[in-house]
């Protein structure tokens, strides 16, 4: 029962209704409480944090993740650790606290980079040049975006998210030069025609300045 409560509010999440998703996590806690399975806590605990951090109490949502975050590093949970760090570091940044953020955001990379996880390197990668962003760093958040598109030969990869969104609306706010010259220092190469279609595709009718 306790992991078809947990299923029904990952439903009811994605739906876009965090309120039930809280209702069916809340009775699969209670089961899960009972029987002391941690692994499983932790789990719920998480998604008690997307749900809460989904309508806007962001300090509800931070007590859950330290929650998890606590089962997840007694038992070495690496994964966990790293998928939680950067939960905190998202509500951390919600929050404004940016130091405090990018802290927990290098935590998570530290982690995904050990163990290879690209999908997940990808989505920390894109927060940093959130965070960059946040704090009027535009050149540092487009070398963040590039890192963040050009871990997969794919362009655009769906594991990269919002990630080469995000590097269009930044070139359309530096300058294709600008982009140019941060592919070539993370990556050694040009900026591959692929990518400049997408760019013409998202904004056909405001091209972004500069030539490389």
Not at 38 to 62: D, F, N, W
Not at 96 to 117: C, F, T, V
Not at 137 to 150: E, H, I, K, N, S
Request: proline letters at 7%; glycine letters at 10%.
């Amino acid at each position: 029962m306790a992991d078809a409560y947990h299923q029904l509010g990952i439903a009811a999440q994605d739906r876009g209704q965090p309120e039930e998703a809280e209702d069916w996590y809340r009775k699969a806690l209670t089961i899960k409480e009972d029987l002391g399975n941690r692994p499983s806590l932790a789990l719920t605990y998480g998604q008690l944090g997307l749900a809460a951090k989904a309508r806007g109490r962001l300090e509800e949502a931070e007590d859950w993740y330290r929650k998890t975050l606590t089962i997840a590093e007694d038992l070495g949970n690496r994964p966990g650790m790293a998928r939680t760090y950067h939960n905190l570091g998202t509500t951390a940044q919600a929050r404004g606290r940016l130091d405090e953020a990018g802290d927990w955001y290098r935590q998570s990379l530290a982690i995904k980079e050990e163990l290879g996880n690209r999908p997940g390197m990808a989505m920390t990668y894109g927060q940093l040049g959130l965070l960059a962003e946040a704090r009027q760093q535009p050149g540092q958040a487009l070398d963040w975006m590039v890192r963040c598109v050009t871990l997969f030969d794919q362009f655009p990869h769906p594991s990269t998210g919002p990630g080469p969104a995000h590097l269009a609306r930044l070139t359309g706010q530096l300058g294709l030069l600008a982009l140019e010259q941060a592919w070539r220092q993370v990556t050694g190469q040009p900026v591959p025609q692929p990518v400049r279609d997408y760019l013409t595709s998202q904004h056909p009718d405001d091209q972004p300045g500069g030539t490389p």
